[in-house]
């Protein structure tokens, strides 16, 4: 069988409907083919979260080299570059403006998974999640286990920011061995992407995106991740 039919299959195999529990709201779940790099898959969006409205324009590039993920984030219509100068790695970068992805090795809803977010000033957040209920339900436990030292771990991030052009871009390297992957060609995953959008003048307020939206104002939901394979 040739590898067009392939993927084809595997493709057609993940295809999905997205609901947390008690929910009214289903959606078929995306799905990606992620190519070795420098070829790239392209995840995008521009819908809120949970009220599908229209939000800034987000787009993450993805391939996968033999050890690691390469991610760049592209952030469009950014008009604030809003985030705190005092935060250094792992603080709470998410109060402010960030770029995410959320991402587990397997095809489950999963319990827990890997978080990454980078900030407009290159400060990276990077954890385990511990989400047991999968949708962060009230009094369920909640955890995270922080790489500490992402650098000698094998982490990169540079980032970029076009005032005029109201862009900020990062280039994001995360790598497989977190998720004890030593051969990634044909893997599969679940993936979701976001973006947080404040100002100064509106700041604690948020506007949450995603590329495939949960049907609550909350990212840790994870019957929502789309379905990746590596090709």
Known sequence: MHLAS?????LAATVSVSASPGSERTQKRPSLAVPRCPRK???SFDKSVP?????PNTQVDLCWEPTAFQFTFKAFDETNFYFDPKHRTN?????YEVMEAFIYH????PQTYFEFEVSPNNVTYQTFVYNPSKVRKEGAPFDHFFVSDPAADG???ITTLDRKAQTWVSE???????????????????????????????????ELGAWNSPDVASFHVTPFFGDVILV
């Open 91 to 95: 603080d709470d970068i998410w109060k």
């Open 51 to 55: 009220e599908m409205k229209a939000f």
């Open 41 to 43: 898959a392209t995840a």
């Open 106 to 109: 397997g095809t489950n809803d």
């Open 172 to 206: 994001v390297k995360i790598p497989l061995a977190l998720f004890n992957v030593d051969r990634p060609r044909l893997s599969r995953w679940r993936m979701n992407f976001f973006r947080t959008v404040t100002s100064p003048a509106t700041y604690p307020n948020q």
């Open 6 to 10: 392939i993927l084809t299959c595997l």
């Open 155 to 157: 982490f990169t991030s």
